[in-house]
Nanobody
Framework: QVQLVESGGGLVQAGGSLRLSCAAS????????MGWFRQAPGKEREFVAT????????YYVDSVKGRFTASRDNAKNTLYLQMNSLKPEDTAVYYC?????????????????WGQGTQVTVSS
């Protein structure tokens, strides 16, 4: 069992960058595939990115490909999401999540543990 805490959200202008972090507590962090999801006001939670146990199997939703980069540092029990060229439509609460699968999938139900979320607001 793990606890997840996101940080790094904030207000940024369109075209800017932001790096989100997700700190995990508890053991066996390396045995969890990790995912990033986001939820904009009035919308369903949306898959953003996933990364496998050892930093492989990375997959992104089409809308962020080429702009966002997921990574992890298992020694630090930390997941990252580097977000570049941010757009107003990226505005959402961003959540990190953990799955016991070797590789993450895009569906929320595959992830057993969730952080509290961090707000990202991109102004035009």
């Amino acid at each position: 069992q793990v606890q997840l805490v996101e940080s790094g959200g904030g207000l940024v202008q369109a075209g800017g960058s932001l790096r989100l972090s997700c700190a995990a507590s508890g053991r066996t962090f390396s045995n969890y595939a990790m995912g990033w999801f986001r939820q904009a006001p009035g919308k369903e939670r949306e898959f953003v990115a996933t990364i496998g146990w050892i930093g492989d199997g990375i997959y992104y939703v089409d809308s962020v490909k080429g702009r966002f980069t997921a990574s992890r540092d298992n020694a630090k029990n930390t997941l990252y999401l580097q977000m570049n060229s941010l757009k107003p439509e990226d505005t959402a609460v961003y959540y990190c999540a953990a799955s016991r699968n070797r590789y993450g999938r895009t569906v929320s139900n595959d992830y057993a543990y969730w952080g509290q979320g961090t707000q990202v607001t991109v102004s035009s």
